[in-house]
């Protein structure tokens, strides 16, 4: 399913192994938590795909790059994983340990991305104060620069939201404190009268765990029903959602049993 | 109200020495920074379309963050310089690990790091800061005032602490096992 705009084909380098079919780097996430079993994958399938993938689509550095790096740290996981630990009494005193040289840069490298992922927030959050000179450092907006976020963009994202221990805890979710119909009022009522709002911001709503994850669910049914599109701009990890002006609201309350005064408005404003 | 007339007018960040400057030896530095301060609370009492923020190392006249997505939407056809993923890694590893040279950004990202230096380099965001001794005399990079500017932060204390920063210890976990 994909919200809103759709991203163009051939962008990105999605996987397709038994039990997982979509981004790369969501299937490496998933291996390092542990939720797939890199053990089953083909990895080689993965590295032919991916080789495929440069040739036929020639996509932009960036992508490929990204791409590579992390088709390279899946088969470091793998070899990991495989390799018989070696014993303490045999390993060489005077040398570094080659593989906890690898995971110090692993470690580092994640590191980074985590750096880069809170510049990211903080370049975003710079970027809504305006000043008139600020207009040197525009760009003209290429046609194709916006696309689309699907359901695994906006996963993604939602993750990437919650704190390490939200994360790791199990939740579950009381049909009376939070119930989706009112959470999708809620969210219509943040999102209304704005041309759009950083998920973030939507979310920020949220009073606890459970009230978020209820949150992620009604995101999800207005997104269905195209009440509201999710979209990002290329290169960018910030998705923004804003309510769509010809909205099908109608077969929405029906499903949710929504009252017309509940705040799904006839017609969306933008 | 002079020093608001130069904030609004000003395009780059307005610091207590610029200021300091423009007033000569009329005014001290106190009675700068409580003419700023003044200026802030003034603005923040009005709640109005406007606001004082410290930003790279100065003071700088914005609108409100809520109102950002109505700017946005009047600038249809713009939009702001926002970096890419590879030259946020790079930009981030310069910023908490300046002086930093190129081959240990390489080192980080795995990847040749050269090319996205470069592009940094020529936007202002980072800039060589000196070399490094020994054989190669590699150059030293580090963050300007630009780079500050961009991501909206004061200082560099002001940057996100790693330890801040999500799922790392769980990386770490998960590697140890």
Do not use: C
């Amino acid at each position: 399913m994909v919200a809103g705009l759709s991203a163009p084909e051939g962008s990105e380098f999605r996987v397709q192994v038994q039990d997982y079919a979509g981004p790369l780097d969501l299937f490496v996430y998933l291996v390092k938590q542990e939720e797939l079993d890199v053990l089953t994958v083909s990895v080689l399938q993965i590295v032919k795909s991916l080789a495929k993938f440069l040739v036929d689509r020639s996509p932009g550095l960036d992508s490929a790059g990204e791409a590579i790096l992390l088709t390279a740290d899946l088969v470091y996981l793998k070899s990991r994983l495989l390799l018989p630990g070696t014993p303490p009494e045999e390993a060489e005193d005077d040398l570094p340990d080659p593989s906890s040289v690898l995971v110090q840069r692993i470690l580092q490298y994640e590191e980074a991305r985590a750096m880069a992922q809170g510049l990211a927030e903080q370049q975003e959050r710079r970027q809504a104060m305006w000043f008139s000179g600020d207009s040197t450092k525009y760009t003209e907006t290429e046609e194709n620069d916006i696309v689309g976020a699907g359901v695994v963009d906006l996963a993604i994202s939602f993750m990437g939201m919650l704190t390490r221990d939200e994360a790791r805890q199990v939740q579950y979710i009381s049909r009376e404190r939070y119930p989706i119909a009112e959470t999708v009022v809620k969210m219509v009522k943040i999102l209304n009268g704005k041309p759009s709002v950083s998920m973030r911001e939507v979310f920020s709503h949220a009073r606890d765990l459970e009230e978020k994850l209820v949150f992620f669910l009604a995101l999800l049914e207005l997104v269905k029903f195209s009440l509201v599109s999710a979209f990002q701009r290329r290169n960018s990890f910030n998705i923004r959602l804003r309510l769509v002006a010809d909205a099908d609201v109608e077969r929405l309350r029906l499903k949710l049993g929504v009252s017309g005064e509940s705040g799904l408005r006839e017609r969306a404003p933008v | 109200m002079i020093v608001e007339a130069v904030l609004f007018a000003a395009t780059n960040p307005v610091s207590h020495e610029q200021l300091l400057d423009l007033f000569g030896q009329k005014v001290s530095r106190e009675q700068v920074a409580n003419a700023l301060s003044s200026l802030w609370e003034q603005y923040e009492k009005a709640n109005g379309a406007l606001q004082i923020v410290e930003i790279g190392g100065g003071f700088k006249m914005t609108t409100r963050p809520q109102l950002s997505p109505w700017i946005e939407k009047f600038f249809t056809k713009r939009r702001k310089l926002s970096l890419s993923k590879a030259s946020l890694e790079v930009v981030s590893i310069v910023a908490y690990q300046q002086p930093v040279t190129i081959s240990q950004i390489d080192y980080v990202r795995g990847v040749d790091s050269a090319g996205v230096v470069r592009g940094l380099l020529k936007l202002g965001l980072i800039t060589v800061k000196g070399r490094k001794k020994g054989p190669g005399r590699a150059l030293l990079l580090g963050t300007t005032d630009k780079f500050l500017d961009h991501f909206g932060l004061s200082s560099l204390d002001a940057l996100p602490r790693p330890d801040e920063l999500a799922n790392l210890s769980d990386i770490s976990q998960m590697l140890d096992e």
